[in-house]
């Protein structure tokens, strides 16, 4: 056993270092080993992730009142009507029970007949489409806003061209009625494109 000459540790003879405060022991013509140290520890530094701009909190009633009641509705009126053109019921409806289909098509032919047909088959599939568009929307979906617009410009352009094509088979020229129509239609599209685009960074699905 040796003793430490900077402590007075008693340590084994073979040991270089002392065991208490880590000083070489050094023999005649030896050269002092250096003490081991002991490895430093760096702790790194934590990640930060980089900081998400602030999005503008936006008003959204409107668009709640389209996707909890005005889409379902306007599905349901496209069925309703879609049905009543496709059995020439339309007529009994808008004069109130005093002309039937029968008496439509016994005056202007087959003709009419085949467009109230095919306008009820296409208030269907808008129906359908109203529909579609409805959950787009609801479920934020990139397209929705851009579904809302062909809904509107479609009908707009179903009841434009339903118009002519009766004027044209019947000779009886009611555009004046779906002018106005046409013209909410498109102010629709416009004001809707407004809305969206404020709150398009929530429409990313």
Do not use: H
């Amino acid at each position: 056993m040796k003793q430490c000459p900077n402590c007075n540790a008693v340590v084994e003879d073979a040991a270089r270092f002392c065991t208490a405060c880590g000083t070489p022991f050094v023999t005649e013509g030896e050269q002092a080993p250096a003490a081991p140290q002991a490895p430093v520890y760096v702790q790194p530094m934590p990640q930060q992730a980089a900081p998400t701009p602030p999005v503008a909190e936006q008003p959204m009633s409107w668009f709640k009142f389209l996707i909890y009641f005005a889409l379902f509705l306007g599905a349901v009126l496209n069925v309703v009507n879609g049905f009543n053109y496709i059995s020439g019921g339309i007529y009994f409806v808008q004069t109130n029970g005093q002309v039937s289909a029968e008496q439509v098509y016994s005056l202007y032919g087959a003709a009419l007949k085949a467009v109230d047909v095919f306008y009820g088959v296409v208030l269907l599939a808008m129906s359908a489409f109203g529909v579609y568009t409805r959950f787009r929307l609801a479920k934020y979906k990139k397209n929705g806003p851009t579904c809302l617009y062909v809904l509107y410009a479609a009908g707009a352009a179903v009841s434009l061209l339903y118009t002519l094509a009766v004027a044209v088979v019947s000779g009886v020229n009611d555009l004046a009625t779906v002018v106005p129509s046409v013209v909410v239609s498109i102010a629709m599209i416009l004001l809707n494109r407004t809305y969206f685009q404020k709150r398009s960074a929530l429409f990313v699905n």
